[in-house]
């Protein structure tokens, strides 16, 4: 009988590994905040680079410099189109601006016009579009999705979001340089992988059936059919993923970041950046949604950032 060195290979949380079935990705959970602000926005992954900043954790290299690399993404403003008003996780009405200009930019029309009332509510939402017009990797229809808005109550929720009703937003008002955030995107897609390199099996011996790239058992004889659980040849990236705890390094200007040549398959950025900690997902041109992250409360602290490596990226 075999004997288990490791855990089982592949997590089944994140059972079904099938495509995702659009690039925009939905959020299900978001934070509490007592401050008026957006607790959510969206971006666009331009490329990675190198950077050196101090580090100011509590890690043995507190104090010293340290270089890693970066991501950058785009993030130009976006436009408040409408206000949504949720009760028990339900919509009761959206609130729409009343400007047919501005809504032709995606396509509505403004069939009714709905008041919304803080006490029929309980919390609030903006609806909102991204600008891909803006930047320069061709993109010219825009991403719609809505985003939480922060407050002590449903009535200061809803007057904040009333200030930005018909304006542009820009990511100053949702994030401040220091601060963690969560952020959701679909993954590279690979397409149709094996066992081996999709679950990181092991490699049978040599004289294993005549094979080598197959799961080792596809379990036991009785009952009379193969478990869920067992890893099989199927489709690999493609998928939405939810990475924690992404450190804002500094809001950037495109004059810090462009490469000389600008970034392979996405171009020179035109708008404002955000200098990311690490790699997040996705492919170049990839939307990417920023959330106020769910799980640390840490105040934050700006970061020292002393150079961002500018060298050609091709």
């Not at 109550?153 to 990511?171: C, F, I, P, Q, S």
């Not at 170049?284 to 409360?297: D, G, I, M």
């Amino acid at each position: 009988m075999g004997a288990r060195r490791s855990s089982r290979k592949g997590s089944l949380a994140f059972r079904p590994r099938k495509r995702a079935e659009t690039q925009m990705p939905r959020i299900g959970h978001w934070p509490t905040s007592t401050e008026r602000r957006l607790l959510g926005f969206a971006a666009y992954k331009a490329g990675m680079t190198s950077v050196a900043y101090i580090d100011d954790s509590t890690s043995p290299n507190a104090g010293n410099e340290i270089v890693g690399a970066a991501t950058i993404l785009e993030v130009p403003a976006m436009t408040v189109y409408g206000i949504r008003g949720m009760k028990f996780g339900q919509v009761v009405a959206d609130e729409i601006v009343d400007d047919q200009k501005l809504l032709n930019d995606i396509s509505l029309k403004l069939k009714k016009k709905n008041k919304l009332e803080s006490k029929d509510i309980s919390d609030v939402f903006i609806l909102a579009f991204t600008h891909p017009d803006k930047t320069g990797f061709g993109k010219k229809k825009a991403d719609k999705m809505m985003i939480a808005v922060g407050g002590k109550d449903a009535a200061d929720k809803l007057e904040y979001a009333r200030t930005l009703l018909g304006k542009e937003v820009k990511a100053s008002d949702a994030f401040k340089p220091g601060e963690f955030v969560d952020a959701v995107s679909i993954t590279k897609g690979k397409g149709w992988q094996g066992t081996v390199k999709r679950f990181n099996t092991h490699q049978q011996r040599r004289k294993a059936t005549g094979k080598r790239r197959h799961i080792g058992t596809l379990g036991p004889w009785h009952p009379g059919y193969v478990f869920y659980t067992v890893p099989h040849p199927g489709q690999m990236g493609y998928h939405k993923r939810t990475e924690i705890n992404k450190r804002i390094l500094k809001f950037v200007t495109p004059e810090e970041v462009n490469p000389s040549g600008g970034f392979p398959h996405y171009g020179l950025v035109k708008n404002e950046c955000l200098l990311m900690v690490g790699s997040l997902g996705g492919p170049q041109k990839r939307l990417v949604r920023l959330r106020k992250a769910a799980r640390t409360s840490a105040a934050p602290k700006t970061p020292d950032v002393r150079m961002i490596s500018r060298l050609s990226k091709n």
